[in-house]
Nanobody, 119 residues
Framework: QVQLVESGGGLVQAGGSLRLSCAASGPISSTYRMGWFRQAPGKVREFVASILWSGGYTDYVDSVKGRFTISRDNAKNAVILQMNSLKSEDTAVYYC????????????WGQGTQVTVSS
C-alpha cells in the first residue's frame, strides 16, 4: 500500500513562495505518475501538476505555468511542488496523489496541506 504525506503548507503574502513536499512510502514503480491537486472552499478539486516517479514528463495546469515547478527529491523519496509568485487564488488545500498509468485514476491520496495566500 502506498502512503503519501504532504507538508510545507502555510500562510504567505501574495507574491511570496512556498515549497510543498509529498513524502511517499510503499511499492512505487518508476512508471507511476505523481500528481498535485488543490481544492479551494466551495470549489471542486482541480489538477495542478504531475510528474513521473522517475522524474520526467511534467505537466501543469495553465494557471500555474511559469510559477510552479514539480520535481522529485530522490534522497527523501518525495515529490516537491515549488510555488512562486503566489496569488490569492492559489489559496486551497493541496493534495498529492499517485496513479499507476497515464490512463488510470489516481488511486492513493495524501491528507492535504493548507496553503493560504493573503492579498
Amino acid at each position: 500500500q502506498v502512503q503519501l504525506v504532504e507538508s510545507g503548507g502555510g500562510l504567505v503574502q501574495a507574491g511570496g513562495s512556498l515549497r510543498l513536499s509529498c513524502a511517499a512510502s510503499g511499492p512505487i514503480s518508476s512508471t507511476y505518475r505523481m500528481g498535485w491537486f488543490r481544492q479551494a472552499p466551495g470549489k471542486v478539486r482541480e489538477f495542478v501538476a504531475s510528474i513521473l516517479w522517475s522524474g520526467g514528463y511534467t505537466d501543469y495546469v495553465d494557471s500555474v505555468k511559469g510559477r510552479f515547478t514539480i520535481s522529485r527529491d530522490n534522497a527523501k523519496n518525495a515529490v516537491i511542488l515549488q510555488m512562486n509568485s503566489l496569488k490569492s487564488e492559489d489559496t486551497a488545500v493541496y493534495y498529492c496523489a499517485v496513479k499507476r498509468t497515464q490512463l488510470s485514476a489516481y488511486q492513493y491520496w495524501g491528507q492535504g496541506t493548507q496553503v493560504t495566500v493573503s492579498s
